[in-house]
C-alpha cells in the first residue's frame, strides 16, 4: 500500500525533483502507519494482497475471452434471419461465500454480452439471457470456478 501512495504522491506533483521524492516518502511513511494504526492495514494483509495478483490476472484473461466469445454470440443472434432471441430468466445459487466474490460473479455476468443480472438476495442469482444458449453453463462457468478457487486461497 505504501508503494500506491508513493506512486500516487508522484503522480499529483508537478515535478519530479530530490525535494519532492523526500518529501512524499516521509507523508506516505505517516500516511501508511496512519492507515495501519486506525483503519486495519497491515503489511501482512498487503503481502497477501500482492500474492493475489495472478490469479486475478488469470481471472481477467478468463473474463476477457468470455466477453469476446459472447460478443460474437450477440452478434450472430443479431444478425441471424432464423434465430429470433428468445429470452429467459433463470435463479441458481453458485455457493459463494464471500460478498466480494458473489459481487465480482455478478458483475461479470452483467458485463458478458447476452446476460444481465437481475437479482441477488441470499446468494440466488436472477439472470436475464438473451437466448437459452446463453444461460447455459453458468451453473459451472470457468469464471465461477476461478472465483471459487480464489475464496479457497483465502483460507
Given at each position: 500500500m505504501i508503494f500506491v501512495l508513493y506512486?500516487?504522491?508522484?503522480?499529483?506533483s508537478n515535478a519530479v525533483t530530490a525535494e519532492t521524492a523526500?518529501?512524499?516518502?516521509?507523508?506516505?511513511?505517516?500516511l501508511y502507519f496512519f492507515l495501519c494504526r486506525f483503519?486495519?492495514?497491515s503489511l501482512k494483509k498487503d503481502?497477501?494482497?500482492?500474492?493475489?495478483?495472478?490469479?486475478f490476472i488469470v481471472f481477467l484473461l478468463i473474463l476477457f475471452f468470455h466477453i469476446v466469445m459472447s460478443n460474437i454470440g450477440v452478434i450472430r443472434v443479431i444478425l441471424s434471419v432464423k434465430k429470433?432471441?428468445?429470452?429467459?430468466?433463470?435463479?441458481?445459487?453458485?455457493?459463494?461465500?464471500?460478498?466480494?466474490?458473489k459481487c465480482i460473479f455478478a458483475?461479470?455476468?452483467?458485463?458478458?454480452?447476452?446476460?444481465f443480472t437481475v437479482g441477488l438476495k441470499n446468494g440466488v442469482y436472477s439472470v436475464h439471457a438473451?437466448?437459452?444458449e446463453f444461460s447455459e453453463g453458468l451453473e459451472d462457468s470457468t469464471i465461477l470456478k476461478r472465483l471459487k478457487?480464489?475464496?479457497e486461497k483465502d483460507r
Open positions: 506512486i500516487l504522491w508522484f503522480i499529483f523526500v518529501s512524499g516518502a516521509v507523508v506516505c511513511s505517516f483503519l486495519g492495514y503481502i497477501m494482497a500482492l500474492k493475489k495478483i495472478p490469479s429470433k432471441p428468445d429470452s429467459e430468466i433463470i435463479t441458481f445459487n453458485p455457493g459463494l461465500k464471500k460478498f466480494s466474490s458483475n461479470s455476468i452483467t458485463i458478458t454480452p447476452g446476460t438473451l437466448t437459452p478457487n480464489m475464496e
